[in-house]
């Protein structure tokens, strides 16, 4: 899964760190700015006519001496170690900054942030939709709805410029808490079986043709799961705007999921994106947000094999031609030129 994190009031403490330069640089009393919660983000008007000019004298300067929250370094290493993807995207650019990523990197290394990428751009949402980002994660309100219209789930880290504001956004207030969160998206250990087109199209190694360790772990999983339908899902390719895309059927429940754009190297994390879908459409349920967190803890693998079950390719078939009409109906959720795939997975239910 490809995480997208925020720097500023999301891992770094840049609200209260920037406060005393603000007074100083504005010539007021610090205890004006705390009795206001004023800071850096929420310049009154009269400061944020020179705002420009106060980044200019201090950004290079203390930025990368910035604290950040606690244990952020210990949760990013944690997630890190799950198997998922780093990206930090941060609002920041030459016209505050003389160099933006050199700045960035200093600040990133002064807190040993450990990160597979960093993405200075103000457009945080095109950021998004660019990198294929799964979950996002931001102090501000704002970004966070702009990136939920693309259909990616987000987090909203309370902060002091945050904290009185109304939404409906997911909210959390430490990094325990988003470690946890993204513990719950673990991949399943289930067997995937794919049709003979898709395995040939997306390239998907048998158990016999991956390395001996791996084929003595895909043989396992086979063998301890074939028969737990809950754990089966069948798999079928279908091209949706000239793109490689898939449609999952669950055995037991013939709950269908659609994963689109599917890349070839990407085939393999195939149950994170059923993980993450399933998150999404039991979200408002408690109960069975438990069941599917108890399941990804106790069930960390998958493994493919060819689809043969009669049912399920008739399901799948079915799905394709009478609900998604070849992928034709997919179209209707376009929007702004965003496909809406969160929405499609859920109205395919309801």
């Known amino acids: 899964m490809k995480i997208g994190i925020d720097i500023d009031d999301t891992m770094a403490d840049t609200f209260d760190y920037l406060m005393p330069y603000i007074a100083e640089f504005f010539d007021v009393d610090i205890k004006y700015l705390k009795d206001r919660n004023i800071s850096y983000i929420n310049l009154p008007k009269e400061m944020k006519e020179r705002e420009l000019e106060f980044a200019k004298k201090y950004y290079d300067k203390v930025i990368p001496n910035t604290p950040f929250k606690p244990k952020v370094a210990e949760y990013i290493d944690k997630i890190k170690a799950l198997g998922h993807e780093i990206i930090v995207i941060t609002a920041r650019n030459k016209t505050l900054y003389t160099d933006e990523y050199k700045t960035t990197i200093e600040e990133l290394k002064n807190n040993n942030i450990h990160c597979d990428k960093l993405i200075c751009d103000f457009d945080k949402a095109k950021v998004c939709k660019i990198e294929k980002i799964d979950l996002f994660i931001d102090d501000s309100i704002a970004n966070c709805k702009k990136v939920n219209e693309l259909g990616i789930e987000t987090i909203l880290f309370s902060s002091k410029g945050n904290l009185t504001d109304k939404t409906d956004l997911y909210r959390v207030d430490s990094w325990k808490n988003i470690y946890e969160k993204v513990k719950e998206k673990r991949s399943l250990d289930m067997i995937l079986y794919a049709t003979k087109q898709t395995i040939k199209e997306l390239n998907i190694p048998m158990p016999n043709e991956l390395s001996a360790f791996n084929n003595i772990m895909a043989n396992k999983v086979i063998e301890d799961q074939s ?38 190297e990407e085939i393999k994390c195939i149950a994170n994106g059923i993980a993450i879908y399933l998150n999404e459409l039991y979200r408002k349920d408690k109960n069975m947000l438990k069941l599917l967190e108890k399941l990804y803890a106790d069930y960390p693998t998958c493994a493919f094999e060819k689809l043969t079950n009669k049912s399920i390719i008739a399901s799948l078939n079915h799905n394709q031609f009478q609900y998604a009409d070849d992928g034709y109906r997919f179209y209707e959720y376009i929007n702004k030129n965003v496909l809406n795939s969160v929405k499609i997975n859920k109205e395919i239910h309801y």
């Open 227 to 264: 028969g737990d339908e809950l754990l089966e899902w069948g798999l079928k390719l279908f091209y949706f705007d000239g793109r490689k895309c898939i449609q999952a059927v669950n055995f037991a429940s013939k709950l269908a999921l659609f994963l689109f754009d599917i890349k070839n």
